[in-house]
Antibody
Framework: QVQLRESGPGLVKPSQTLSLTCSVS??????????WSWIRQHPGKGLEWIGY???????YYNPSLKSRVTFSVDRSKNQFSLKLTSVTAADTAVYHC????????????WGQGTLVTVSS | EIVMTQSPATLSVSPGERAALSCRASQSVSSNLAWYQQNPGQAPRLLIYGASIRATAIPARFSGSGSGTEFTLTISSLQSEDFAVYYC?????????FGQGTKVEIK
């Protein structure tokens, strides 16, 4: 059974960088069959797909966040990471990591999510 | 980007009854549509992909239909664990986008 778990600071100051890591267990991030995704959910609202990364390092970012977001993969630790720069209160959300099937099209395994609050 | 609109926002149903949830896309997404279920404080769970293909271990009471711009998730006989929020998501055009959700509550 694949499990994903997000980790990182729960509070980030405005204008700073949000950094999260997703640890994957029960399967290899380098299997080559899946795309590793970040999806966020603003409090009480819907879901927003931030983007995804293939184990080769190829990335796909949501155009609305593309200028501020960077994904990376650490195969030795079976982890992938998100960095979001210049955050504002609008970036306050629960951040989920997920495994996506197809060409990163739909997510079949999700992490529980971690709440990141942007506040001074 | 493609806008996904779900209706109704809230659906009140008695246990054992049938529920039909609607999802509409602002342009055709072919059959590139998924449905998820989310309980409070939990991660979403994939129910359906390809508009009508049940994901692994999803009970047969969940079914999806539609193509193009109109889609329906049907729950044939609601069980207690089915009262949750349901989201549709298109993956025809990047960025993938979700509907705003339909909450299925106990009547």
């Amino acid at each position: 059974q694949v499990q994903l778990r997000e980790s990182g600071p729960g509070l980030v100051k405005p204008s700073q960088t949000l950094s999260l890591t997703c640890s994957v267990s029960g399967g290899s991030i380098s299997s080559g069959h899946y795309y590793w995704s970040w999806i966020r959910q603003h409090p009480g609202k819907g879901l927003e797909w931030i983007g995804y990364i293939y184990d080769s390092g190829r990335t796909y970012y949501n155009p609305s966040l593309k200028s501020r977001v960077t994904f990376s993969v650490d195969r030795s630790k079976n982890q992938f990471s998100l960095k979001l720069t210049s955050v504002t209160a609008a970036d306050t959300a629960v951040y989920h990591c997920a495994r996506a099937r197809g060409f990163g099209e739909f997510a079949d395994y999700w992490g529980q999510g971690t709440l990141v609050t942007v506040s001074s | 980007e493609i806008v996904m609109t779900q209706s109704p926002a809230t659906l009140s149903v008695s246990p054992g009854e049938r529920a039909a949830l609607s999802c509409r896309a602002s342009q055709s997404v072919s059959s590139n549509l998924a449905w998820y279920q989310q309980n409070p404080g939990q991660a979403p769970r994939l129910l359906i992909y390809g508009a009508s293909i049940r994901a692994t271990a999803i009970p047969a009471r969940f079914s999806g239909s539609g193509s193009g711009t109109e889609f329906t998730l049907t729950i044939s006989s609601l069980q207690s664990e089915d009262f949750a929020v349901y989201y549709c998501q298109q993956y025809n055009n990047w960025p993938w986008t979700f509907g705003q959700g339909t909450k299925v509550e106990i009547k």
